[in-house]
């Protein structure tokens, strides 16, 4: 059981350049959301999805597209990337409300590092 | 705004002393989770609170929620390097977060010999 598994790892883009971080999930939980992480911020929610096909902005969605065609996907776009979005990603994955009150425990891939020269 | 609020933001220990993190929360929530992460690594749950009163201990951790004061504490026993890291709490508001968590700052460990 593989858990949240993201790719890559590490990525280094240059300004104005698009990628794709993947996300995927094999415990077939409905909900799913994009993090990132900066130093003295905390995480903070860049998108989320409660089930295929749904999708919905968190706190800082701009310069993010995201999208959710499977339960187990979720990929976030950078569709045109800037320095202010070097930071590690983090996507994370639960069962959500409708598994009741443990269901919104989340479970964490191992993150993407990404810097934008 | 919802705001969770973690203090103190550094810690620095000795060894074999004990210590309380502080989770602060500004709205209604009965579900409270703890995280910890290690440097360069992803999150880990450490515990997950579901009512008023709940009390949860794994180890030198311990962990307590009282919703009525907004206030979860992460009590460290005799704490030893291993415990060195970064915690988080998150808060599930009650209403009008869509079922996300809402993060702390986090609050980064080091215990010294």
């Known amino acids: 059981n593989a858990g949240v598994t993201q790719t890559p790892k590490f990525q280094v883009l240059k300004t104005g350049q698009s990628m794709t971080l993947q996300c995927a999930q094999d415990?077939?939980?409905?909900?799913m959301s994009w993090y990132r992480q900066d130093p003295g911020m905390g995480l903070r929610l860049i998108h989320y999805?409660?089930?295929?096909?749904?999708?919905d902005q968190g706190e800082v969605p701009n310069g993010y597209n995201v999208s959710r065609s499977t339960t187990e996907d979720f990929p976030l776009r950078l569709l045109s990337a800037a320095p202010s979005q070097t930071s590690v990603y983090f996507c994370a994955s639960s069962l959500g409300f409708a598994a009741g009150e443990v269901g919104t425990e989340a479970f964490f891939g191992q993150g993407t590092r990404l810097t934008v020269v | 705004e919802l705001k969770v609020e973690q203090n103190p933001l550094f810690l620095s220990m000795q060894e074999g002393k004990n210590y309380t993190i502080y989770c602060n929360y500004s709205t209604t929530s009965d579900r409270l989770y703890w995280y910890r992460q290690d440097p360069g690594k992803s999150l880990e749950s450490l515990f997950v609170l579901l009512s008023n009163g709940a009390v949860k201990q794994e180890g030198r951790l311990m962990a307590s929620l009282d919703t009525k004061a907004r206030l979860s504490t992460l009590h460290i026993t005799a704490a030893v390097h291993d415990l060195s890291a970064t915690y988080f709490c998150?808060?599930?508001?009650?209403?009008?977060?869509?079922?996300?968590?809402?993060f702390g700052k986090g609050t980064k460990l080091s215990v010294k010999p």
């Open positions: 415990m077939n939980h409905e909900y």
């Open positions: 998150a808060v599930l508001p009650t209403w009008g977060s869509q079922g996300n968590l809402i």
């Open positions: 999805s409660v089930g295929a096909g749904i999708t």
